[in-house]
């Protein structure tokens, strides 16, 4: 099977306190998104790569993708203000249809069965999330007090990939700003325009590059799979 993949990648990232876009912070010598990026330029389902950029920073996301030799970039469009504008550029600079992931440009541990679970399910169902389940308890409080405790077996942790048929994704993102609707994710807009998502299961090291903790726990993450291909 065949997917493209869509990263906005315009975001200021001010929770990693970096001063600039935390996509070019290193873990382990290379850069988060160098790492994300390889991860579906080495996936042979991955026919090709759209990145939303600022324009401020395009020279510096070319310079990383020539250095890293990523060779299917389809397209470097401008992203927006909010990841919505950004995945809706992706959208617009995309011609072939097909299935198309939208990726969290700052997770470089998404393993490779789970892109393809999530491919083959909305290929099926026509959209699908990779997501975990929650682990600790959860109560609804208001006020400073609890007044339920939820679910667990019903809660997830969603996180990205999130993949759809084209079609779907592209008439979800249009509804969503013909209403001025904002969601907070893509299978929001999916589900707000009336279709169903499917959960598949990722992993739990399946984590964003948001605080300096993340990039420490990456660099742990990195050096145990390295450890875990010799």
């Known amino acids: 099977m065949e997917y493209t993949v869509m990263m906005p990648a315009a975001g200021s990232g001010t929770r990693m306190g970096a001063g600039h876009n935390k996509l070019f912070l290193e873990l382990e010598g290379k850069p988060i998104l160098a790492r994300t990026l390889a991860v579906f330029q080495q ?53 072939t249809g097909g299935i198309v992931l939208v990726h969290d440009a700052a997770r470089p541990f998404i393993k490779q069965d789970v892109i393809h679970e999530l491919v083959m399910s909305a290929s099926r ?32 942790i969603i996180q990205t990939p999130q993949a759809f048929r084209y079609e779907i994704l592209e008439e979800s993102s249009r509804k969503a700003e013909d209403e001025s609707f904002l969601g907070t994710d893509e299978a929001m807009l999916a589900e707000h325009a009336g279709y169903e998502v499917r959960i598949v299961e990722s992993t739990y090291d399946n984590i964003k590059m948001t605080t300096p903790e993340d990039l420490a726990y990456g660099g742990y993450l990195l050096k145990k799979r390295l450890e875990e291909t010799v």
Not at 52 to 71: L, P
Not at 126 to 152: L, N
């Open 43 to 95: 996936d042979p389902w991955c026919t090709g790569i759209i990145l939303a950029v600022k324009e401020t920073e395009r020279t510096t996301i070319e310079t990383i993708i020539q250095q890293e030799q990523i060779t299917k970039i389809n397209a470097l469009p401008e992203g927006g203000t909010e990841r919505q504008h950004s995945v809706k550029a992706c959208l617009a600079a995309h011609q």
């Open 125 to 156: 169902h026509g959209g699908a999330v990779a997501g975990v389940k929650v682990k600790d308890t959860m109560k609804y409080v208001k006020d400073g007090i609890v007044e339920e405790t939820a679910d667990r077996e019903r809660l997830w």
